[in-house]
T-cell receptor
């Protein structure tokens, strides 16, 4: 699995958009970008994933650059409950033998009132 | 079950003792993962099971660590002769090739917190 690089920490004002970047310059053609978050004392929770097109769901939006070497997770209206560690990982396509998934240290997002 | 279940949720043991941590994956999930998370750190991959294939043990830190998955369902992570540096939260996750959404999402349990005195 390709490695990812994320900033260690970020702050965001409540109600504003939180934009979390991720670099994955060694991503392979069959690897998807996945985002998870981990709220204190809980297991990580899936947020969103994508291959090359931008994706949106009820939790967030995912913007992937055309060369696929980086992506941005967008929380459009951050709340205090969005304070968590956010992990960006890349792994092979769904519905195949996905193998292990390597998580880095993630970005600690702190949403402030 | 509705989610991934791990037990015990907390375990305190003395250095040198053996411990077993259990993971019940979501029913029907063919893949099962173990990760370790030390205080304030990210997730460290330990081992991965996929169906009847040989497990990927490349993340196990030493031969004191082992894991098995019986009947393609429940998994047990065993740590022999525990050391203080083994203190961490041990997280289990499962996923399905045949997830109806096609996302092959990892669903994590709440973890087992191990403290070695």
């Amino acid at each position: 699995d390709a490695k990812t690089t994320q900033p260690t920490s970020m702050d965001c004002a409540e109600g504003r958009a939180a934009n979390l970047p991720c670099n994955h310059s060694t991503i392979s053609g069959n690897e998807y970008v996945y985002w998870y978050r981990q709220i204190h004392s809980q297991g990580p929770q899936y947020i969103i994933h994508g291959l090359k097109n931008n994706e949106t769901n009820e939790m967030a939006s995912l913007i992937i650059t055309e060369d696929r070497k980086s992506s941005t997770l967008i929380l459009p209206h951050a709340t205090l409950r969005d304070t968590a560690v956010y992990y960006c990982i890349v792994r092979v396509a769904p519905n195949t033998n996905a193998g292990k998934s390597t998580f880095g240290d993630g970005t600690t997002l702190t949403v402030k009132p | 079950g509705a989610g991934v279940s791990q037990s015990p949720s907390n375990k305190v043991t003395e250095k040198g003792k053996d411990v077993e941590l259990r993971c019940d994956p979501i029913s029907g999930h063919t893949a099962l993962y173990w990760y370790r998370q030390s205080l304030g750190q990210g997730l460290e991959f330990l081992i991965y099971f996929q169906g009847n294939s040989a497990p990927d043990k490349s993340g196990l830190p030493s031969d004191r660590f082992s894991a098995e998955r019986t009947g393609g369902s429940v998994s047990t992570l065993t740590i022999q002769r525990t050391q203080q540096e083994d203190s961490a939260v041990y997280l289990c996750a499962s996923s399905s090739h045949y997830d109806s959404s096609g996302a092959n999402v990892l669903t994590f349990g709440a973890g087992s917190r191990l403290t070695v005195l």
